[in-house]
Nanobody, 118 residues
Framework: QVQLVESGGGLVQAGGSLRLSCAFS????????MFWYREAPGSQRELVAA???????NYADSVQGRFTISRDNANEVAYLQMNSLKPEDTAVYYC????????????WGQGTQVTVSS
């Protein structure tokens, strides 16, 4: 069974940086696509960034140029480097792993809180 454990959230001032980590276990990491989502109070969960198994990435317009998703296949960890943080980036950030095959397999982490003060 795949397990995902996020870490690295916290409180930071606007303009600051944080790096989130998502530790993967229970299967073969490098075949999974990895995603970061976020959910702010009163809002729907939204996609922030994605990385394919071969390292291709894409980003939400709101974070393009400020956030970077990466993956360390050897150590089975996905990262989200967040720079130039804004108060509107405040949310719970979730990691997701997805594998397409005969059926879609999707796994979520428990989330980590990011709070950006103005």
């Amino acid at each position: 069974q795949v397990q995902l454990v996020e870490s690295g959230g916290g409180l930071v001032q606007a303009g600051g940086s944080l790096r989130l980590s998502c530790a993967f276990s229970g299967s073969t990491f490098d075949v999974y696509r990895m995603f970061w989502y976020r959910e702010a109070p009163g809002s729907q969960r939204e996609l922030v960034a994605a990385a394919t198994s071969d390292g291709r990435t894409n980003y939400a317009d709101s974070v393009q140029g400020r956030f970077t998703i990466s993956r360390d296949n050897a150590n089975e960890v996905a990262y989200l480097q967040m720079n130039s943080l804004k108060p509107e980036d405040t949310a719970v950030y979730y990691c997701k792993a997805e594998l397409q095959g005969p059926y879609l397999r999707t796994y979520w982490g428990q989330g980590t809180q990011v709070t950006v003060s103005s």
